[in-house]
């Protein structure tokens, strides 16, 4: 250690100080220093280390047949068994995950789903494509009565997108940071990542890899072409129409994969496929066609013959001949080729400019109108050069689900996840359409599942520290317990009142009770409710939950409308976590939606008829918005469960025309499960006294989604009456789900 004296008495004045060091001593006190290394306001090594279980909300799987039992189904998938109807029974079942992917990352990472992602093979390609571009529109065109309603993202996408990233360069290097060490460490020995950046941030993003993966494993800078000409001229500077891929591999060695033969050991080299601009496996200039020059073509073409004699025979060239496969050259000295040959021929290998990506067409079928979709071609290339069909393949920032398609079709297992739940519910409604795009066209499909850690990331917010007394984590919990009430009434602008039995605070007149943070409420807590309020002689209250038991709306309303009691229930959404949205004041509570359905029953075939469907949502319905309007403008809101077109005509009176004229409006999605209590959800965690993984039953059931219909960009039709189903005798329990225009989704059970 190279220290003069003055430098050992500036450490200890400073240590004595209790004054950090300055930074130059870093270098000289440690050894091990890197060579670049970025520094950044609140740079930390802490890592989330968390592992919370998984909840499995839904299963898709399109029937790969009509009727049960019609004919066989082996399917070309391995390791998968099939029911009666074709739909996947064993094998790995693709995942698309709602929540924060810091959290998502560690329970994949250290969790019971580790040993699945081992067993399929191993994550083998991650591609993201993070929101860096701080000051980018993410709300959403929502096509509603013949005119278009902006859906603004959930206040989590606001704050992740803008408010936290939008701070500076450090804030979004800190996120992607920790993001990024537990990718790596997700990532299989022979696996390599792909991250999606613009000219904003791809300085900070190289510099970032560089130090999470090391500056041997980066292997390219990809420069593709994003768009072809410009939209509006800029005199101040050259327009940019490209973004960058930086791709980095978990190990050094290179592995190439040809089509007819592989080169390089097995042990830890990255995969990489040579592909040409077609997304066709790149063969090298060996394996190209032989060249001929047969006798029967130069008697009666005039070509010489070669001195080393014949490379086919004769009555081979005759058939190439009669065929037409054979093509000359402009010189009788040159070489017939094969035309077949040159056919195959797939072109030249990619390099690390792509300027042939086709950008998204307005009228194209993959087209979502989703802000940062990118092209499936883009997509098809990173996964066919970085990945084998069987592969498991994630992208933890999935938008629309452009990698998820794209695995799909090409044969490889996935793994999706988002903040946004509109993101996963776009995403749930294009992997429908590609199993039903790949049944058409005789291919096979993996089942897929939504999951999200839900009660479980609540429970995480009040859980008690570990190596506490039971003293101790009693008092912390009652301590967080209060703090999470006391940060529902703030969200919800309501009065606390400490000590009031069942209710835990005012608002306008109207008591309010929340229900507990890890347990939907169920009619007891209500009709308890409904108790207090009469022993009390309270006429209106509001009961504020996470879940709601299914089947509690509207008869516990109704109930207690008779009792002379105006009960409203309201969801607490997951933004309320983010105590910058509650400090301004953007948290909404929304009312529970009500769906009416009926089953009718037939020779054993169910058919389900959507009947009736209501929301009482209100987005911009504010005074001082409305008074902004200027004479000639318009604007499309959301108000007490309707969207409304309100327009200030040239002398400034107001109009208000309603769009969604019809409850059908609402429904973007509805499907059924025609056997709700068929499949339990089993929940895999550790045993914190035992160190044992253990399975148990949560109590609930998985939704087999056997049926739907949804809206597409193309089709804005509806069926409100499911296929029939035939069903053995005895009695069933139906459940019919239904999302909403805005993502959220509501689902009622049928006996």
């Known amino acids: 250690m190279n220290l003069s004296d003055g430098d050992k008495r500036d450490i200890l004045r400073c240590l004595e100080a209790g004054e950090p060091l300055p930074e130059r001593y870093r270098f000289l006190l440690f050894a091990g220093k890197r060579e670049v290394e970025l520094v950044w ?40 068994g099939w029911d009666a109807r074709g739909r996947q029974l064993a094998g790995w079942t693709n995942k698309l995950i709602w929540g924060d992917n810091k959290l998502i990352l560690a329970s994949l990472k250290n969790g019971p789903l580790r040993a699945d992602i081992e067993k399929a093979g191993g994550l083998k390609l991650i591609y993201i494509d993070p929101p860096f571009d701080v000051g980018a529109d993410f709300s959403m065109n929502i096509e509603i009565g013949g005119d278009s309603f902006t859906k603004k993202p959930n206040i989590l996408e606001e704050i992740a ?21 537990l990718m790596r460490d997700l990532l299989a020995e022979d696996g390599s990542i792909y991250v999606h950046c613009d000219w904003r941030v791809s300085g900070y993003m190289r510099m970032v890899l560089d130090e999470v993966f090391g500056k041997a494993k980066f292997v390219n800078e990809i420069v593709w072409r994003r768009r072809t000409s410009k939209t509006s001229p800029d005199t101040n500077r050259i327009e940019n129409v490209v973004d960058y891929l930086l791709w980095y591999s978990k190990s050094t060695d290179v592995k190439i994969h040809f089509q007819y033969t592989q080169y390089g050991s097995e042990e830890y080299k990255k995969i990489f496929n040579k592909v040409d601009e077609d997304g066709r496996r790149y063969q090298s200039t060996a394996l190209n066609a032989p060249a001929f020059r047969p006798t029967l073509v130069y008697e009666f073409m005039g070509y010489q013959p070669p001195k080393n004699g014949w490379s086919v025979t004769k ?23 094969r035309k077949q040959y040159l056919d195959e021929w797939p072109g030249y ?48 920032f999935c938008g629309s689900g452009t990698t998820a398609a794209v695995a799909e079709k090409l044969g490889r297992k996935w793994i999706a996840s988002d903040l946004g739940k509109f993101a996963i519910h776009t995403t749930r409604k294009r992997m429908i359409g590609v199993q039903r795009e790949m049944k058409a066209a005789g291919k096979d499909y993996r089942a897929f599942e939504l999951l999200n850690l ?20 009693q008092q912390q919990l009652a301590a967080k317990s209060a703090d999470y009430q006391s940060l529902i009434l703030r969200a919800y602008a309501a009065q606390p009142l400490p000590n009031s039995g069942a209710f835990h605070g005012k608002k306008a007149g109207r008591m309010v009770a929340i229900g507990p943070i890890n347990l939907p409420v169920t009619r007891l807590f209500a009709e308890e409710i409904i108790l207090e309020c009469r022993k009390q002689r309270i006429t209106r209250a509001d009961i504020l939950a996470f879940e709601f038991e299914m089947g509690l709306f509207p008869a516990i309303t109704d109930e207690a409308k008779a009792k002379g009691v105006d009960l409203a229930l309201k969801y607490i959404p997951a933004e309320v976590f983010d105590k910058r949205a509650v400090q301004r004041g953007q948290i909404t509570f929304h009312n529970v939606s009500h769906i009416e359905a009926q089953a009718h029953v037939q020779d054993r075939r169910i058919t389900v008829e959507l009947t009736d469907y209501a929301v009482h949502y209100s987005q911009d319905a504010d005074e001082h918005t409305i008074a902004r309007l200027k004479n000639g403008q318009s604007r499309v809101l959301a108000e007490n469960g309707q969207i409304v077109k309100i ?15 019809h409850w059908t409006d609402w429904v973007d999605y509805w499907a059924v499960d025609f056997d709700f209590e068929s499949k339990p959800e089993i929940i895999r965690a550790e045993n914190p006294a035992t160190g044992q993984l253990e399975e148990h039953w949560s109590g609930n059931h998985i939704f087999e989604n056997e049926w739907q219909s949804f ?41």
């Open 41 to 80: 306001n609140g740079k930390s090594a802490e890592v989330c280390d968390v592992v919370l279980p998984f909840q499995t909300i839904e299963q898709v799987d399109e029937p790969r047949k009509e009727k049960p039992g019609a004919e066989d189904t082996t399917g070309a998938l391995p390791g998968l």
């Open 454 to 473: 839900g009660k479980y990331e609540r429970q995480h917010y009040i859980g008690v520290g570990p190596g506490l007394s039971p003293e101790q984590q």
């Open 349 to 396: 290998a990619v390099n690390s400019l792509w300027l042939d990506v086709p950008v998204i067409a307005s009228q194209a079928v993959e087209r979502l109108g989703y802000p940062t979709q990118k092209p499936e071609s883009l997509l098809e290339r990173i996964v066919k050069s970085s990945s084998n069909e069987g592969d498991l393949v994630a992208d933890f």
């Open 161 to 181: 997108y803008r408010d936290t990233w939008g701070r500076g360069a450090d804030s979004f290097i800190s996120m992607i940071y920790e993001r990024l060490i």
């Open 647 to 661: 327009s200030r005509d040239r002398s400034g009176k107001l109009h208000r025309h309603p769009l969604t004229e």
């Open 315 to 337: 009555e081979v060239m005759n058939q190439y001949y009669r065929e037409g496969k054979l093509i000359f050259p402009k010189s009788k000295n040159g070489r017939i080729r």
């Open 711 to 751: 809206r597409t960009r193309k089709s804005r039709t509806l069926d409100l009456k499911s296929a029939p189903h035939e069903s053995p005798p005895g009695p069933r329990l139906l459940a019919v789900k239904v999302v909403d225009i805005f993502g959220n989704d509501t689902m009622k059970l049928l006996k």
